[in-house]
């Protein structure tokens, strides 16, 4: 009986996640529209346009690469935050006195570091094999 909760506990679990993944994968698209239909009908491109669309497929991948693994690199919202905070120092420059920009771009730097301790930790200590999914495991390689 136990058994047999555990494994429809899992699966509704499973099945929530799946849904809430495609929302965000869904309106991660939308808003993407939405965002090009503004730069058309403006006629131009700004740079803020172009890191809010990055930061729209940095989501995308993060939705992908979880669905792929099952796994959700630490990484990618650090990369996600990181674009957010310069494309508000872009924005905002005009309007932050220069401890407000000495704070964000702190931030953004805090961000980076915590990247490279994240990249050194996991090529210093990996995950076991063990950790990985079955379903989503690699076949053998054949000599």
Do not use: C
């Given at each position: ?39 058309i009908e403006a006629r131009q491109v700004k ?14 991948t993060m939705v992908n690469v979880y669905w ?76």
């Open positions: 009986m136990t058994s047999r909760l555990t494994k429809t506990g899992n699966n509704a679990a499973n099945l929530i996640q799946n849904l809430g993944l495609w929302v965000v994968l869904l309106a991660t698209v939308v808003a993407g529209i939405q965002e090009i239909w503004v730069m740079l803020t346009d172009l890191l809010l669309l990055f930061i729209y497929l940095e989501v995308i792929e693994s099952g796994k959700l690199p630490v990484r990618m919202p650090l990369y996600i935050a990181m674009v957010a905070l310069a494309r508000y120092l872009i924005l905002e420059a005009a309007h932050l006195g220069s401890a407000q920009v000495l704070a964000v771009s702190g931030g953004i730097l805090v961000l980076a570091l915590a990247v490279l301790v994240v990249r050194y930790g996991h090529l210093k200590m990996p995950y076991p094999d063990s950790a990985r999914r079955p379903e989503k495991e690699e076949p053998a390689i054949k000599e």
